[in-house]
């Protein structure tokens, strides 16, 4: 049953009783800590092509999140630039009828009351907001669509880490929270992969990170995955990263670069607009979609909302660096200065020290 009816113009709305809404909770896809995002469909008719594989995300109502237009204009702005327009989830804005805002907090409340919502359970849609987005759906169609979503972080050495690390940053940070909060190796296990192995390894290398990415993509899958499969989404990701897929992580990296090339503990005050610009390409998402039967491959970097630097960020920013340079956690001195074999630059030196 449909639960959105488009008219011709820009404007999402509710279908007349809403009926089909209060049954379609799968269309809640994802609450985040500043959005939530759900699937669009049609009132019994296919969806205009404007829609067309388009999710719907929507702003909460909360201190750090800017209005909807000011969202677009940050990303036009910051980020759309910098990247080819197929290598980014595309963001357009949509009108919204007050109904349908109505409606999504309504959902909200009945998941909360039923005890549905287990995370983030007091937060709710903006009223006040007269837009949303709709963002490219890098959400698998069909059973035959493989979707893998992929942290790039830091993806060359932090400007301020000793000369003589052994981690990376990314591996570094990792260490840290690991050792800190056993409880928390599953959540950083996604992150098992050195960045600097996609970027900067020779092939063995990127080979070997990117089955240890599908390994644990697959390790989080509730069905049963066909072998074929998984070989077949391991080379075809192999040579995504060797490929379009480097060049990607190659311009990431480029950005990274140049927007902080000095690091947070060379910046004495409130760090530029530069620097959380940086920020925010250390903690986007890169999306890829697989076809699993006409070798097709779909790559977008999204979560690129600018970070804020609200009150205590920046100061959180410092303080971790500080502590992963004060406790030696670059130089691995939690384990005699021997990092675990996982972390790129550890093997790049081991390498070297056997050739000399
Ligand atoms: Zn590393």
Redesign the pocket.
Known sequence: MAALQLSKAPKLCIVSGAAGWKEEEQQLLWVGGANVVYRIHGADVPLPAWLSGKLLRLRKEKPFVRPTSEQLVSFNTHFRPLFDPSQTVEQAQVHLDQAVLAACNDQLRKLEHSGKRQKRRDDHLADAEHFGLLITDMTPSSGREFAIELKPKWLLQSPNAPVEAV??R??ALRARRNAMAHAEVEVHAQQAV???SLVEGDETERRSAVERIVRHRYHKLEHNPDVADRQFVTDRLAEFFRTEGLAILKELRRHQQSLDPDGILSCAGEPDERFLRAMTLRDCTLFIKIHLTNNGLEARLGDLDLKMAEKGKVAKWRKIERSLLDEGWYTAEDTGGQAEVG???RRKQDSRRQRN
Do not use: Q, S, V, Y
């Open positions: 981690r990376c990314t591996c050195c960045p600097l972390c790129f630059l």
